[in-house]
Structure formats: C-alpha cells, structure tokens
C-alpha cells in the first residue's frame, strides 16, 4: 500500500486530516503498535494540533494528493462550512447563547490566522471582546495542559478547541 492510499484508508470521513482517534483505530484494525500514532503525529503534524492535515502529509512526503481523493475533501469542506464545525467544546456555560459562542469561536479562528504566538491570539481575542460586549474578558490560549479556576457572569464562559489551540473565554462579573 503507498502512502496516499495509507493516509485515505485512515481518513474515512474525507475531512482531508487525520485526527488521532481515526489513528488509534487504524492502529486497533490492523494490529499496529501503540507508538504507530505517537511517530505519525511526529512526523507529520507541523502545527501541533493533534491532527495530521492532508497538506502536511504530502508536504513531509514530497507528495502530491490524488485528484478524485482532493474533490471529495473538497465537497466535504464545503457542506461544512459552518462557524462551529471542527469545534471540540471541553465546557460551556449552559445560558451562553449559541450567537455568542459563534462570535468566540469566529473571533478564535481570525486570532489563529492572523497570529501564531499564542499570547498575541489571546491579546486579539481580549481587546475584540472588550470592545464588542464590554469589559472585563479573560481569555487563556495553550495548545497543551493548562489548569484554571475563575469566577464568571452567567452565560459567559466557553472552554473549547478549535484549529491548533484550546481557548478558555470568561468574563468577569461586576461587583
């Protein structure tokens, strides 16, 4: 098996990556060591992020994806367009309303383009909260383990991961 037909066996849902629960089962289906994910992630995720992007695969390989597998990631992009898709939510407070967490999550995805140091994402993300529902937001960026303890308003705290980073939004209540 060449390393393209590997990479679309692994991705099933034609998202265009591989996320490292669709490598763990590949790993389970075929028998393949624990450290199978530990070294594809290794070697092929450039940006940390946990998922093995089509691009990164064949940059690292000196590939070129197959034009029928690239139309079917490109179909199923575009049905998944949407602000919240690849969005993994760790908490959420139950009254914030899906309007706001669109408005995190939009405002998460432009820091993430127009930065890559995770204090500037963080700094972005403050100051466009501050300025759009006032003050006083906190937002912690960390692409790894972080630990955290804060009081918020009701309906202002999001705890989510979305592109390469988990990003923790609250706001501050005013006493």
């Known amino acids: 098996m060449d390393f393209l037909t590997a990479y679309e066996a692994i991705d099933t849902d034609f998202s265009g990556e591989i996320t490292s629960e669709e490598l763990e089962a590949y790993c389970r289906k075929h028998n393949y060591e624990d450290k199978f994910v530990e070294k594809w992630l290794r070697l092929f995720d450039h940006d940390n992020s946990g998922t093995i992007t089509i691009e990164e695969f064949c940059e690292t390989l000196g590939l070129v994806p197959k034009q029928e597998y690239m139309e079917k990631v490109q179909i199923n ?11 993994k939510i760790i908490t959420e407070d139950p009254d914030m309303t899906d309007e706001l967490k669109e ?14 140091n995770e204090r500037d994402i ?16 906190h937002v912690i960026v960390g692409r790894f383990q972080y630990g955290s303890f804060c009081t918020h308003e009701v309906g202002r ?11 923790l939004v609250w706001k501050t209540p005013d006493y």
């Open 157 to 167: 705290l999001f705890h989510f991961y979305v592109v390469r980073n988990a990003i």
């Open 122 to 137: 963080a700094r972005y993300m403050k100051s466009e909260l501050d300025a759009k529902f006032d003050r006083a937001w």
């Open 103 to 116: 408005e995190i999550v939009q405002l998460a995805r432009t820091a993430q383009e127009q930065f890559e």
């Open 77 to 87: 992009r575009e049905k998944s367009s949407g602000v919240m898709d690849g969005v």
